[in-house]
Nanobody, 121 residues
Framework: QVQLVESGGGLVQAGGSLRLSCAAS????????MGWYRQAPGNQRELVAV???????NYADSVKGRFTISRDNAKNMVYLQMNSLKPEDTAVYYC???????????????WGQGTQVTVSS
């Protein structure tokens, strides 16, 4: 059993910063790409940023230059540093693990429970 647990959400004023963390726990042998998605009320879930286990990164155009994704493979963690936050960044942010190899099987497409980020104007 593998679980993803996010932390670091909250309320911040426009222009402020937040750092999200996501920890993958369980009997993990190898992880694939890890990333962050977000979903605002009435909208579909959208990609924010993704990083492969080799360090290749992709950002949504809306966050380029403001957000930075990173990961610690030894700790099975992924981070999202969010700077210059805007009210339109308000959403529930979800951690995603594209796939994970455990000692007994392969699990694809895991999601965390989500963490609320609210940016006030």
């Amino acid at each position: 059993q593998v679980q993803l647990v996010e932390s670091g959400g909250g309320l911040v004023q426009a222009g402020g910063s937040l750092r999200l963390s996501c920890a993958a726990s369980g009997n993990i042998f190898r992880t694939n790409a890890m990333g962050w998605y977000r979903q605002a009320p009435g909208n579909q879930r959208e990609l924010v940023a993704v990083i492969t286990n080799g360090g290749i990164i992709n950002y949504a155009d809306s966050v380029k230059g403001r957000f930075t994704i990173s990961r610690d493979n030894a700790k099975n963690m992924v981070y999202l540093q969010m700077n210059s936050l805007k009210p339109e960044d308000t959403a529930v942010y979800y951690c995603n693990l594209n796939g994970v190899r455990t000692s007994s099987n392969f699990i694809s497409n895991l999601w965390g429970q989500g963490t609320q980020v609210t940016v006030s104007s």
